[in-house]
C-alpha cells in the first residue's frame, strides 16, 4: 500500500527530475496526454497547465494515491489500472511515467506496447531510479535477506540509459537518453530511512511481521547512518536516475 504523505514529504526532491523530463518534450499542441503512474497526481496537473488544449489523464494502481489527486480541471483525470493491462482507447501524443516503471514487471514489454498507442511523431517520456546499487538497496536488500529469506527484491529492475535508448529505437522512436545523479541535502536524524519509507522499503514492511518491524527499522537504520553520516549541513543523499525522451 502507498502513503501519498510519506512520499509527498519529499515532493520537491522527488518533482525534480519529473521538470527535468518534461523539459526535452518538443510536442507543442498535444491532445491527449497520459501520466502512467501518475501517483497522487499534482505533477499529473503540470501537464494539464502546460498543455491547455489536452485531454490528461492519470493512471495508477493505488486507490491510495488516486484519492488525494486533485479534481478541480475538467480535462484531468485519473483512472485506477495496472500498467502492465492498462491500454488507451485512441493513440495518445504523449506518454509520461514517472518513478513508477521499477515497479512493474516486465516494463520493457509495457513500454513497447505504449510506444505502440503513440499517434504519428507522438512522445514517450521515462524516468526511473538507477540507485538500485546504492548503499541504501544494497543494505535494504541484505536486511531483507536476514529477516525475510522469501522476500526476494529485484537487484536490477530498470535498464541503463544504453538499454532504454536500445529498446525504444527497437521500437522505432527516436531517443534521447540521458543519466543524472542528484546529490541529494537531506535533514532530520533519520534521513535516509525516511526517504526509503515512502518507496523502496513499502514491500518489505508490508511483508514484515508487525512484530519484527521495530527491530528491522533499527538494523537497516544504524546501516544507513554508517553508510551515509550526518554532515555540518545535512546528510548527503546521491541519487541517480535514467532518463528517456523518445518520439515516433
Ligand atoms: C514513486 S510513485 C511515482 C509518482 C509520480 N509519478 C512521481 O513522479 O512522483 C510510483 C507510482 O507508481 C504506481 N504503480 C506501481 N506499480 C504500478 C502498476 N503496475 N500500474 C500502475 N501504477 C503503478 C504506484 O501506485 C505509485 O503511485
Known amino acids: 500500500m502507498w502513503d501519498p ?8 526532491q522527488r518533482g525534480r527530475p519529473f521538470h527535468d523530463l518534461m523539459a526535452r518534450v518538443e510536442a507543442c499542441a498535444p491532445s491527449y496526454v497520459v501520466d502512467v503512474g501518475c501517483g497522487s497526481g499534482e505533477l499529473t496537473a503540470l501537464l494539464a497547465r502546460r498543455w491547455p488544449e489536452a485531454m490528461v489523464l492519470g493512471v495508477d494502481s493505488s486507490a491510495e494515491m488516486l484519492a488525494q489527486a486533485p479534481s478541480s480541471m475538467p480535462r484531468l483525470k485519473f483512472t485506477q489500472a495496472d500498467a502492465r493491462h492498462w491500454r488507451p482507447d485512441r493513440p495518445i501524443d504523449i506518454v509520461v511515467s514517472s518513478a513508477t516503471m521499477q515497479w512493474v514487471e516486465g516494463h520493457e514489454q509495457v513500454l513497447r506496447e505504449l510506444v505502440g498507442c503513440l499517434a504519428p511523431g507522438g512522445w514517450l517520456a521515462l524516468q526511473v531510479p538507477g540507485n538500485f546499487a546504492a548503499p541504501s538497496h544494497v543494505l535494504l536488500r541484505e ?13 536490477e529492475p530498470v535498464l541503463d540509459p544504453a538499454g532504454y535508448a536500445e529498446l525504444l529505437g527497437a521500437a522505432g522512436c527516436r531517443v534521447d537518453a540521458w543519466e543524472t545523479t542528484y ?3 537531506l535533514a532530520g ?4 530511512l525516511d526517504w526509503v519509507k515512502g518507496t523502496a522499503l513499502r514491500p ?5 511481521p508487525p512484530e519484527h518491524h521495530a527491530g528491522f527499522l533499527a538494523e537497516y537504520g544504524a546501516a544507513l547512518r554508517a553508510a551515509y553520516p550526518s554532515g555540518r549541513f545535512g546528510t548527503l543523499f546521491p541519487f541517480r536516475r535514467v532518463f528517456a525522451a523518445a518520439h515516433t
Open 5 to 12: 504523505a510519506q512520499y509527498g514529504r519529499y515532493a520537491d
Open 143 to 155: 536486511a531483507t535477506a536476514r529477516w525475510l529469506p522469501g522476500l526476494a527484491l529485484r537487484a
Open 183 to 185: 546529490l541529494q541535502v
Open 189 to 192: 536524524p533519520e534521513p535516509v
Open 204 to 208: 518489505v514492511l508490508a511483508a514484515l
